[in-house]
């Protein structure tokens, strides 16, 4: 699938570039800049991730057509000036208080990481380094208004 990592006290996000696709993969961009500067991470299925990130690249509220169920492959990362927030296959977002986090099939590895002070590129190369679903290289973004 994919890792993301993102801090407030960093001001970043990053994520892997790999994407899986049967037998092959091949490097995609999982970080998308919204006009008011924040940054969204999104991971899963594109089924949901695709018309989520459409959604939130014009300033609207997602609502999903396809039907969602526990098992919906769909979580993101909202890197926002007020605080870091995440969604789950539910599309309602949730305010991380701690203000790291971080999602995919590597975010366990990544979020030991965070938690440890590393920085969001750092939590997600050591976590390509074992996550046969992510791979270099990683790419950051940096919030807008942070250096």
């Known amino acids: 699938m994919t ?15 790999k994407c899986v696709f049967g037998d092959m993969h091949f490097p995609v961009t999982k970080i998308f800049k919204l006009p008011d500067g924040s940054l969204l991470g999104t991971a899963g299925t594109a089924l949901y991730t695709a018309p989520f990130e ?3 690249l014009a300033g609207k509220v997602y609502v999903p057509t396809e039907p969602v169920t526990s098992d919906t492959d769909f979580a993101a990362l909202h890197l926002k000036k007020d605080g870091l927030y995440i969604f ?5 977002a949730d305010k991380v208080e701690h203000g790291v986090c971080a999602i995919g099939t590597g975010g366990m590895i990544a979020f030991s990481y965070l938690l440890g ?3 969001p590129s750092e939590a997600v190369e050591k976590a390509c380094q074992v996550d046969n679903n992510s791979g270099l290289p990683v790419h950051v973004e940096t919030l807008k208004g942070k250096r």
């Open 117 to 119: 002070g590393a920085a």
């Open 3 to 17: 890792t993301i990592a993102a801090s407030v006290k960093h001001g970043t996000m990053a994520a892997d570039s």
């Open 88 to 92: 789950d296959n539910s599309f309602h």
């Open 54 to 56: 459409a959604a939130m």
